[in-house]
């Protein structure tokens, strides 16, 4: 009965329901990553870094993915079903999965008062790298079983477990202190 309703709301405003579910697990993979990766528990749980992947979510990502898997559906078709299959695939993780990263580490370093070339430096490689061990068998799958209407869904799926990477690796996931309460200038930074 809820993929119905789901699978309705997607014909009827698509775009804004593909933007609202990925909100939801944005902020679903950040409230995985401070409790069941950083172990912060409850009381300590940064709410405006969950607020901040929750915007980008639904601000960035869903409405971004929406458009480009529709964009590779109607543009990237070749004369064999695998080559096509490829080819999106590689479209994805050589144009779309590093203009993403790029985008993500540098809105949150900003949102969250700190140097987004920094953040750059220190979490894109690591981020990217992990990414091709990942989304190109993810999206191999996806693109050839999955309609286009659930792709991004499926992605979001996924995407649970690789959300709770992002906002591990954005908070400086592998350093000594999170990225939100490094030194900056020769002080502390604020909790967000």
Request: net charge positive.
């Amino acid at each position: 009965m809820a993929f119905r309703w789901y699978q309705a709301k997607l014909a009827s405003a698509p775009l804004l329901t593909q933007s609202v579910t990925t909100a939801v697990l944005f902020a679903t993979g950040d409230v995985m990553a401070q409790q069941g990766v950083e172990k912060v528990g409850l009381e300590k749980h940064n709410l405006a870094r969950t607020g901040r992947m929750a915007a980008y979510g639904g601000a960035v990502f869903g409405p971004a993915a929406t458009k480009w898997y529709g964009f590779l559906a109607s543009r990237i078709n070749l004369s064999s079903k695998n080559g096509t299959i490829a080819a999106r695939v590689a479209c994805d993780q050589f144009v779309f999965a590093p203009v993403n990263m790029t985008v993500f580490l540098s809105s949150m370093a900003y949102l969250e008062g700190s140097s987004p070339t920094e953040r750059l430096k220190k979490a894109w490689v690591p981020g990217m790298t992990n990414n091709f061990l990942l989304w190109p068998w993810v999206q191999g799958v996806n693109f050839k079983y999955v309609p286009l209407e659930h792709r991004v869904l499926v992605v979001n799926f996924v995407a649970l477990g690789w959300n709770c990477y992002l906002s591990y690796l954005n908070s400086g996931g592998g350093s000594t202190a999170p990225a939100d309460t490094k030194e900056k200038d020769g002080g502390e930074l604020p909790p967000s």
